[in-house]
């Protein structure tokens, strides 16, 4: 058999990121935060400015949001809101700590002229939504079971007309979809079927054939917490299976350090939210 290798080509994006300037884990609302483990604040910054100069070397515009004290998971700017086609549909935090966070997008995005759609559902924007605008003609997938609601899915499909395909998150260390499923060009993802229900499962193989599968060790060390742009896929330095197996299958594995902060249970997706005008 001849194997024909896959030009994955990639696109310009523009992104909000939010430097880790408050950053701290001084409470625990994930199984990944431990409040008496040491953070390094200042390493966290550095790895966070490498993170961004690795999408600006790409070639991707990077805007920045405006860190608030008092708010130290605002780094994590992919909880804050949700885009697709110059639309906005707002985040509303589970955690009464982050809370605040929401206005702070909505103000930046109101800022721009965006057209926002205010939520009335639980739901924290992209660590719960992935927006694939090549697969069966623009599609959401949408996680749920730990933060965001279900009935935020249907206000998310009414504000963007897209359809949401709702997926059913069971492993509480996976308690966002962005840090078991992401995607890797306009019509592909990558994810771990572990962090998914039995029928989840079933509708990811049917809409998603083409996969690339990662494996537990993959995705605790946070390698799909990852951000493609068709070709380059920055991820998790830890993650080098996964890093491997993005390679076979054509794509460029970008290894980004960020050992700070992962230890408030995020990566790289985590800390970058796509403006998709
Ligand atoms: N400490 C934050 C929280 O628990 C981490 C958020 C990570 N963000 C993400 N998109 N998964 O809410």
């Not at 430097?19 to 550095?46: C, G, Q, S």
């Not at 991707?60 to 700017?77: F, I, N, S, W």
């Not at 929401?102 to 109101?110: D, G, P, T, V």
């Not at 966002?176 to 994810?191: F, G, K, P, R, T």
Request: net charge negative; charged share 20%; glycine share 8%.
């Amino acid at each position: 058999m001849v194997t024909v290798e896959q030009q994955r080509v990639p696109r310009k994006r523009t992104y909000l990121m939010c430097a880790p300037r408050h950053f701290a884990v001084e409470y625990a609302i994930n199984p990944w935060m431990d409040v008496t483990a040491p953070v390094d604040p200042e390493l966290a910054v550095k790895q966070w400015d490498r993170l961004r100069e690795t999408l600006l070397g790409l070639g991707h515009e990077v805007q920045l949001l405006a860190p608030e004290p008092g708010l130290p998971d605002m780094v994590y700017a992919a909880n804050g809101a949700f885009t697709v086609d110059g639309t906005v549909y707002g985040a509303r935090f589970k955690h009464h700590q982050r809370t605040a966070e929401a206005a702070a997008h909505r103000a930046f995005y109101e800022s721009q002229g965006w057209r926002f759609i205010a939520p009335n559902e639980t739901n924290e924007g992209e660590g719960d939504f992935a927006y694939l605008p090549e697969a069966h003609g623009g599609l959401i997938l949408a996680g749920y079971g730990f933060r965001t609601e279900l009935p935020a899915h249907a206000e998310a499909q009414e504000a963007l007309g897209r359809p949401v395909v709702s997926l059913r998150l069971v492993d509480p260390r996976f308690y966002h979809l962005d840090v078991a499923l992401a995607s890797i060009d306009d019509a592909n993802i990558v994810y771990y079927p572990g962090a998914f229900s039995a029928a989840s499962q079933k509708v990811l193989a049917q809409l998603f054939p083409d996969a690339v599968l990662a494996d537990a060790d993959d995705a605790l060390a946070f390698g799909l917490n990852l951000v493609s742009d068709g070709a380059n896929v920055m991820l998790n330095s830890e993650a080098t299976r996964l890093a491997s197996r993005l390679e076979t299958a054509g794509y460029t594995p970008v290894p980004v350090e960020l050992t700070e902060l992962k230890k408030g249970g995020g990566s790289v997706k985590c800390c970058i939210a796509e403006l998709r005008h």
